[in-house]
Nanobody, 126 residues
Framework: QVQLVESGGGSVQAGGSLRLSCLAS????????MGWFRQAPGKDREGVAG????????AYADSVRGRFTISQDNAKNTVYLQMNMLKPEDSAIYYC???????????????????WGQGTQVTVSS
C-alpha cells in the first residue's frame, strides 16, 4: 500500500523559507515520479513541482520557478520541496503526490496523480 506522509509546513513571513518533506512507503520511490500540489481556499488545485529520477526530469509551475527546488533521496524514499522567497500567495495546503506514469513532466503537473498524502499547511504572512 502506497503511503505518503508530509511534514515541514508552518507559518512564515513573506521572504522567508520552508522545507517540506514527504516520506514514501509501500514502494520504491525511484520507480515513481513524485511531486507537490497545493490548494488554497477558493482556488483550483495547482501542480507545483515534480521529479522523476528514473527519467532525469524535474518540472515546476511558472509561479514558483526560481524560488522552489524539488529534490529526492531515493535511499530514504523521501522527496523534498525547498521553498525560498515565499509570498503570501504561496499560502495553501501542500500535498505530496506520486504516480507510476512518468512519461511527461508537463502533464504530471496538469493531471491528478494517483497517490496523495494528507497535506500540510503553509501560511505566509505579509
Amino acid at each position: 500500500q502506497v503511503q505518503l506522509v508530509e511534514s515541514g509546513g508552518g507559518s512564515v513571513q513573506a521572504g522567508g523559507s520552508l522545507r517540506l518533506s514527504c516520506l514514501a512507503s509501500g514502494y520504491s520511490s525511484s520507480l515513481y515520479c513524485m511531486g507537490w500540489f497545493r490548494q488554497a481556499p477558493g482556488k483550483d488545485r495547482e501542480g507545483v513541482a515534480g521529479i522523476y529520477t528514473g527519467g532525469d526530469w524535474t518540472a515546476y509551475a511558472d509561479s514558483v520557478r526560481g524560488r522552489f527546488t524539488i529534490s529526492q533521496d531515493n535511499a530514504k524514499n523521501t522527496v523534498y520541496l525547498q521553498m525560498n522567497m515565499l509570498k503570501p500567495e504561496d499560502s495553501a495546503i501542500y500535498y505530496c503526490v506520486a504516480d507510476r506514469d512518468c512519461s511527461s513532466a508537463y502533464w504530471f503537473l496538469r493531471r491528478r496523480p494517483n497517490y496523495w498524502g494528507q497535506g500540510t499547511q503553509v501560511t505566509v504572512s505579509s
